[in-house]
């Protein structure tokens, strides 16, 4: 018998371990190839581990909770292809979790689930889930109306096998509370005294617990408010040459290139333009030394569909043309909402930026992203009179604009860097040639 490690994967340049905040198996169980093993937390993003082979759980070491460094093993494979040794785990799995008799295939309702109906759902099911609902002759309909106990409420194998069992009349160890909520694991964070508030609570409000999520970004929040003194510079910009532009070549490059045509690549192009020319606000403080990071790596804030927050990040910004950075604008906004991004599109941002204007807002002063040492907002693009000199005089017209803030650390960005910076950012808006051949 040979074995398979399975170890903690590389989850991003700056990540270097990783909490088990689930176990899917135990020792002595048989696996199919993907099936999913354990979920594991960062500060970052949360991941579900499928097994990449098939076999039997000789070893498991770990436990829920464990903080386990990047690398190391956590669970070990026997890869056994002999028949007989392998029928045993599964007589055993069978009598601990399987306590019904086997169905009577001819009967199941001509309303089971198919292969074909799986691949359509637009919820995801493992490969194991799949394989029992269509062996147990749970209907697609079923299917969708059990509550997962895994990330995201995804469906996992106690979940099936126990609808399955309540279907068919229950069983004596068989419960039908909830599963429970995964602990929210900790991570290290400066040790701050901070002061307790007093809320009182009346009898027809709403306590909402916060998720493992909300958690994180709470803290890294605070977090950074402590650590870094917070100055927000505001500058006017007149986009109107980015609007017209876009107004009329937006339909052509959605057919040319399959990608939606937004405001937010320009400004990213301008962002990291400037970040090239002024290198200490692509940076980050260590204790007494300042770190000028040589990539330019500016990360999007993205709202989530559950209400959270994740920052992709667009590595090297300055070699990419609008194309390229559209495709990445584009493709990390639909992943970050559904929360379908890995752990490596969010690490490395040197910058960031984000979108108030997007829910209507004409100016936000955001917290820094910490390690970084600044974050730009943009706000809503609105239609404003403005006065421009012409050669007969002056003239009030129509011009599109908006307003660009700026949230810096004052403890290597002063006002004169930070000013100059968002300064330049809402020049190069304001100078927007329109490209060729895109």
């Known amino acids: 018998m040979s074995d398979f490690n399975v170890l903690i994967p590389k989850l991003g340049e700056s990540i270097q371990e990783a909490t088990i905040t689930k176990l899917f198996v135990k020792q002595g169980d048989t696996v199919i190839e993907d099936q999913i093993l354990f979920e ?9 581990i499928p097994s990449p082979v098939a076999g039997t759980i000789k070893e498991i070491r770990c436990a829920e909770n464990d903080l386990i460094p990047v690398g190391q093993i956590v669970i070990v494979i026997g890869l056994d292809k ?10 055993a799995e069978k009598k601990e979790d399987i306590t019904k008799p086997e169905p009577v295939i001819e009967l199941q309702s001509p309303q089971t689930v198919t292969k074909d109906e799986l691949k359509s759902t637009g919820r995801f099911y493992s490969p194991l889930v799949k394989s029992i609902a269509i062996k147990e002759g749970v209907s697609l309909s079923e299917l969708d109306s059990i ?25 004596k160890g068989a419960s039908s509370q909830p599963a429970t909520a995964v602990k929210t694991p900790s991570f290290p964070a400066p040790q701050v005294e901070r002061p307790k508030v007093s809320v009182s609570v009346g009898a027809e409000d709403t306590i909402l617990k916060m998720d493992r999520i909300r958690k994180l970004i709470a803290n890294h929040m605070v977090m950074s408010k402590q650590v870094s003194p917070h100055v927000t510079t505001v500058v006017e910009a007149d986009v109107t040459n980015i609007v017209l532009w876009r ?20 400004f990213v192009e301008a962002t990291a333009k400037a970040l090239a020319e002024f290198r200490q606000v692509n940076a980050s403080v260590d204790e007494e030394n300042i770190i000028l990071r040589k990539h330019i790596n500016i990360a999007i804030a993205v709202a989530t569909n559950d209400g959270n927050l994740v920052v992709p990040v667009i590595k090297d910004a300055d070699s990419k043309n609008l194309v390229g950075l559209a495709r990445e604008v584009n493709n990390f906004g639909k992943a970050g909402r559904e929360n379908k991004l890995n752990p490596d599109d969010l690490q490395g941002g040197t910058f960031t930026i984000t979108n108030f204007g997007s829910f209507g807002g004409l100016i936000g002063t955001p917290i820094i992203n910490q390690p970084q040492v600044a974050i730009l907002a943009v706000g809503i ?24 803030s700026l949230s810096y650390d004052h403890r290597v960005v002063d006002g004169m860097l930070g000013g ?7 020049d190069l808006l304001e100078q927007f040639e329109q490209p060729q051949n895109i």
């Open 40 to 48: 594991i937390a960062t500060d970052k993003v949360d991941s579900e």
């Open 82 to 91: 002999d028949e007989k040794s392998t029928q045993e785990p599964l007589i």
């Open 147 to 171: 509550t997962g106990s895994g990330l995201g409420g995804r469906v996992q194998k106690s979940d099936i096998l126990q609808f399955v069992e309540q279907r068919h009349g229950g069983s």
């Open 247 to 266: 107004n009329a070549a937006k339909n052509d490059f959605e057919k040319k290139h399959g990608e939606k045509l937004t405001f937010m690549p320009v």
């Open 381 to 404: 693009i609105e239609k404003k009179p403005a006065v421009m000199e012409t050669p007969t005089g002056d003239a009030i017209v129509v011009r599109h604009k908006m307003f660009l």
């Open 420 to 426: 100059k910076f968002l300064r330049r950012i809402a």
